[in-house]
């Protein structure tokens, strides 16, 4: 099989050949139908040898000793590193594994498997309180997620700060009330304007941007907090992982409307490269393979 991994230390990744792996003991195999590609896989290719993916979406295709047969042929979503390969194993019982209602696309359950969770965790643990202020910093995938996990779940007022145009309308139609550009306007100072002076209640960040995190400490009232959105072992995430799953489901939120690009897999490095390389209009790619002959 081929995988999309880092091979080196130093070295951009690259596809390999790769052995199938045997699914062992409370595996499954899975056979890869599509993937994301997000910015945390930017920073994982800066480390050790891995490989990269960590939100998929396939077929089960072997199990392993003492799991159940009728997991085989289980459409499922994935969440969990070394993700962009033909084939991967994954625990057959974990949160990180979620079977896929018939209703539920390959491309929507994406959303689910990674970047809403994300994103619902760090508004979970900011804790707006209703009627209260969050702002979020970046409109990526993650932070679209915690905007619509505050705006729409905890019912707070969103203020998104988001530079791109094509980032913000979605904020807008992902639940945001305000929009602030920084490229255009001081980001404290409107923040403040938009609190009548107070302060936000809250601010996530979904960039590492040090003038976001400054813009944030500056705008915060005086009992304000941040929150760092991040990824979490997929142990952590299944309740979030069926949350999104329902939101996509009952038709409250559209996710694959953050795809910008679809490469095939064979593609896999190009698409990765410009990602990186913070191309602009690139958000969220999608990585298609090759269907069984």
Known sequence: MKAFALRRTGEPPAVADRPVPEPRAGEVLVRTSAALICAWDGHTAAGAPTGLGHEAVGTVEAI????????VGRRVGVEGHGRLAEFFRAPAAGAGLVALPDSISDHQALYAAGSLPTGFAAAEESGPPPGGSVVVFGQGAVGLGATIAAGRLRGARVIAVEPEMKRQRLALRFGADVVIDPAYEDTAERILELTGGAGADRAIMATASPAAARAAREGLSGGG??????CRPPQSSGARFARALRLIGEGLVNPTVITTHEFPFHRVEEAFARLVAREPGMIKPVILFPRPS
């Open 64 to 71: 392993g000793p003492g799991v159940c047969p009728s997991y």
């Open 225 to 230: 907090r941040i929150t760092y959105a991040r």
